[in-house]
T-cell receptor, first 109, second 119 residues
Framework: KNEVEQSPQNLTAQEGEFITINCSYSVGISALHWLQQHPGGGIVSLFMLSSGKKKHGRLIATINIQEKHSSLHITASHPRDSAVYIC???????????WGAGTKLIIKP | GAVVSQHPSRVICKSGTSVKIECRSL??????MFWYRQFPKQSLMLMATSNEGSKATYEQGVEKDKFLINHASLTLSTLTVTSAHPEDSSFYICSASRGLAGLLQETQYFGPGTRLLVL
């Protein structure tokens, strides 16, 4: 079993839908990152969380440390949100990131 | 703030040549820089960690003589793929943090990546 699991692996939705991507991990962590990777490969860091909730525009990220779970939400989704969303955690004992496999999101107009 | 750039964004080269990829922190001093590689449809994999002014620490299975990393200043790290072969074709991403790698709360700022194709 991978230490970082994302679900779903693939998600196709209609424009305007509320999107949720989940990330579960099995190690103690000091931080969790959500990143966005566009079809050309470019990576954008969306959030770094260690507790609670963060919001940036239409994006919301939450983390529950006790349950070892984080979610990334997109409100009023748009075709330009189509990308791969990657969760990565930093274990308590190590500065190196453990990466999830990513969730491929396609938003149809 | 905290922008990391990479150059070039895309490079095509012939087998046997060497390719240099630059990673720059534009508005902060990066004590630590990380280099990752991503093969198609796979997750990112850490290749090496470098602290400014010292030798890079390579992950197991990464050839340090093939992937030369230089972190000569607080704003620039370079990755040189020497004698590149088609199997080195990949997406290379750097990230940078202000603090030393051992400081667990340090944020990593990611570069946009460089796509390398070796013919």
């Amino acid at each position: 079993k991978n230490e970082v699991e994302q679900s779903p692996q693939n998600l196709t939705a209609q424009e305007g839908e509320f999107i949720t991507i989940n990330c579960s991990y099995s190690v103690g962590i000091s931080a969790l990152h959500w990143l966005q990777q566009h079809p050309g490969g470019g990576i954008v860091s969306l959030f770094m969380l260690s507790s609670g909730k963060k919001k940036h525009g239409r994006l919301i990220a939450t983390i529950n440390i006790q349950e070892k779970h984080s979610s990334l939400h997109i409100t009023a989704s748009h075709p330009r949100d189509s990308a791969v969303y990657i969760c990565a955690v930093r274990p308590d004992s190590n500065y190196q990131l453990i990466w999830g496999a990513g969730t491929k999101l396609i938003i149809k107009p | 703030g905290a922008v990391v750039s990479q150059h070039p964004s895309r490079v095509i080269c012939k087998s046997g040549t060497s390719v240099k990829i630059e990673c720059r922190s534009l508005d902060f001093q990066a004590t630590t820089m990380f280099w990752y590689r991503q093969f198609p449809k796979q997750s990112l994999m850490l290749m090496a960690t470098s602290n400014e002014g010292s030798k890079a620490t390579y992950e197991q299975g990464v050839e340090k003589d093939k992937f030369l990393i230089n972190h000569a200043s607080l704003t620039l790290s370079t990755l040189t793929v020497t004698s590149a072969h088609p199997e080195d074709s990949s997406f290379y991403i750097c990230s940078a943090s202000r603090g030393l790698a051992g400081l667990l709360q340090e944020t990593q700022y990611f570069g946009p990546g460089t796509r390398l194709l070796v013919l």
